[in-house]
């Protein structure tokens, strides 16, 4: 065969090959915040969806699978972990919870999973991941509106959840894991005025605002996670 013919065959064959190449799996993993669809919210709107719009749009193939799961805590994502996580074969995770774990219920005065407890799952979270071949990349939660109603133990509940983003902060650097401090944005603009419960559909969930902001934040630390990055 002629070889300049052999040459346009192999380039013919590589062009088809990136073109049918699968996208680079992303699991959002956490509870009814990661979950996003409520009144006002549809899936278009989440986080999860908007990241993966944006990439898309720049040309990153990529497929982002929401696995959220309303009132889901740190232990009960360790549990199905294996089945409906790593099974899926995700190149990248991302991980948010700490509002359910930190919430104290009407008629108890104790946290639903205690800080020390919420630390050990993220660190159990990320070993695995790890050890599966995925990249983890852990997230804070948003902070709670300004109005938002007292937990069981009358407290505003970003008074508990701050002690388990300072957990998650802990476990990001400790472990050298990526992190997208969704906290640390929302306190910031709180302290230049801005109410942050407007982002939100009732001073906890998101609104499409809201999750716009989460993206936000997200994009540049998961762009430097993608393999292509690399």
């Given at each position: 065969?002629n070889p300049?013919?052999c040459l346009?065959?192999?380039c013919?064959a ?7 190449a699968?996208p ?5 993993l ?10 006002g919210?549809?899936?278009?709107e989440?986080?999860?969806?908007r990241?993966?719009a944006?990439l898309r749009?720049q040309?990153i ?5 929401n696995?959220g ?6 232990d009960?994502?360790?549990a ?9 074969k995700?190149a990248?995770?991302v991980i948010?919870?700490?509002t359910?774990?930190?919430y104290v219920?009407?008629?108890?005065t104790?946290?639903?999973?205690t800080?020390?407890?919420?630390r050990a799952?993220?660190?159990?979270l990320v ?7 995925i990249v983890?990349i852990l ?6 509106g ?8 009358g407290?505003h509940p ?11 902060r802990a476990v990001?650097?400790?472990m ?5 401090d969704?906290f ?12 942050v419960g407007?982002?939100t559909?009732?001073?906890c969930h998101?609104n499409?605002l809201?999750h716009?902001?989460l993206?936000?934040?997200?994009l ?11």
């Amino acid at each position: 065969m002629n070889p300049l013919r052999c040459l346009l065959l192999l380039c013919c064959a590589s062009v088809l090959l990136s073109a049918d190449a699968a996208p680079i799996r992303i699991i959002a993993l956490g509870d009814s915040i990661t979950k996003g669809v409520r009144g006002g919210v549809t899936v278009q709107e989440t986080f999860a969806a908007r990241v993966e719009a944006t990439l898309r749009v720049q040309d990153i193939a990529v497929e982002v699978i929401n696995t959220g799961i309303g009132g889901e805590r740190t232990d009960q994502a360790l549990a199905r972990l294996d089945k409906d996580i790593v099974a899926l074969k995700p190149a990248i995770v991302v991980i948010m919870y700490g509002t359910n774990d930190s919430y104290v219920d009407v008629g108890r005065t104790e946290p639903r999973l205690t800080v020390q407890e919420y630390r050990a799952n993220l660190v159990n979270l990320v070993k695995q991941l790890r050890a599966a071949g995925i990249v983890p990349i852990l997230m804070t939660e948003p902070r709670w509106g300004r109005a938002a109603k007292p937990n069981g133990a009358g407290e505003h509940p970003n008074l508990r959840l701050e002690k388990y983003v300072e957990a998650c902060r802990a476990v990001a650097q400790e472990m050298k894991v990526p992190l997208a401090d969704h906290f640390r944005v929302w306190t910031e603009q709180e302290t230049k005025g801005v109410d942050v419960g407007t982002w939100t559909t009732d001073q906890c969930h998101p609104n499409p605002l809201g999750h716009q902001k989460l993206a936000d934040t997200l994009l540049p630390i998961l762009r430097a996670a993608l393999p292509a990055a690399k």
